[in-house]
Nanobody, 115 residues
Framework: QVQLVESGGGSVQAGGSLRLSCVAS????????MGWFRQAPGKQRESVAI???????NYADSVKGRFTISRDNAKNTVYLQMNSLKPEDTAVYYC?????????WGQGIQVTVSS
C-alpha cells in the first residue's frame, strides 16, 4: 500500500500562486509515476500533471505554461507549483501514484481561486 498526504492548498485571488506538496509513504518501491488530478463541482476528475520516475512530464493543455510539476525522490515528495491561477482552476486536487499498475490517491485538498 502507498499512502499519499497532500498539503499546500487554500484560497488565493486570480493571478496568484500556490504550491501543493504530496508525500508518499509505505510501499513506495515500484512507484513509476506520480501526479496531480483535480475535480471541480459537477465535473469529472481530470489529469493536471504527471511526472514519471525518469522525470518526464505531461500537462493538461489548460495548465501548460502556468503549472510546474517536480519531484524530490530523496523525500518521496512531488510538488505542483501553480502560477497565474484562474477561477477555473478551483477544484479539489488529488495526488496520485501508480505502482505495479495500481492507482493510489491522496485524500484531496481544496484550491479556491477568486476573481
Amino acid at each position: 500500500q502507498v499512502q499519499l498526504v497532500e498539503s499546500g492548498g487554500g484560497s488565493v485571488q486570480a493571478g496568484g500562486s500556490l504550491r501543493l506538496s504530496c508525500v508518499a509513504s509505505g510501499s513506495i518501491f515500484g512507484i513509476v509515476s506520480m501526479g496531480w488530478f483535480r475535480q471541480a463541482p459537477g465535473k469529472q476528475r481530470e489529469s493536471v500533471a504527471i511526472i514519471s520516475l525518469g522525470g518526464s512530464t505531461n500537462y493538461a493543455d489548460s495548465v501548460k505554461g502556468r503549472f510546474t510539476i517536480s519531484r524530490d525522490n530523496a523525500k518521496n515528495t512531488v510538488y505542483l507549483q501553480m502560477n497565474s491561477l484562474k477561477p477555473e482552476d478551483t477544484a479539489v486536487y488529488y495526488c496520485n501514484s501508480v505502482r505495479f499498475s495500481t492507482n493510489y490517491w491522496g485524500q484531496g485538498i481544496q484550491v479556491t481561486v477568486s476573481s
